[in-house]
């Protein structure tokens, strides 16, 4: 399905759903049952999922023009560069816990 075939079975399903619920409230009222307009718009809501759910070939009239693919050999994958990390070493003051293990008996 295509962005303006999006666009239309979003405008089908809005048209349709507001449509059944008129059609279903005006039954409803007029028969005087409660049921009835809920039987209503649930056909409403099952006809609407079937024309706009499915891809059906109406929403494919402006199909998508993708780009020709990259060729692996023209442009490689660039190579991890290895860094190396150098750890600072901590001079052994300041009373924080650095050295764990030394006062151990």
Do not use: C, R
């Not at 079975?9 to 809920?38: K, N, P, R």
């Not at 056909?43 to 059906?56: E, K, R, Y």
Request: glycine content about 10%; hydrophobic content about 40%.
């Amino acid at each position: 399905m295509d962005w303006q075939g999006q666009k239309l079975a979003e405008q089908l399903m809005q048209i349709l759903l507001v449509s059944f619920a008129v059609v279903a409230f005006g039954v409803g009222y007029y028969i005087g049952s409660f049921q009835m307009m809920l039987y209503v718009y649930a056909v409403g809501v099952i006809l609407t999922t079937l024309i706009t759910v499915p891809n059906w070939p109406f929403f494919n009239y402006h199909p998508l023009k993708w780009l020709e693919s990259i060729d692996a050999e023209k442009y490689p994958k660039p190579e991890k560069q290895q860094q190396q990390s150098v750890k600072k070493k901590s001079s052994g003051g300041g009373g924080g816990n650095n050295n764990k293990g030394a006062h151990q008996k």
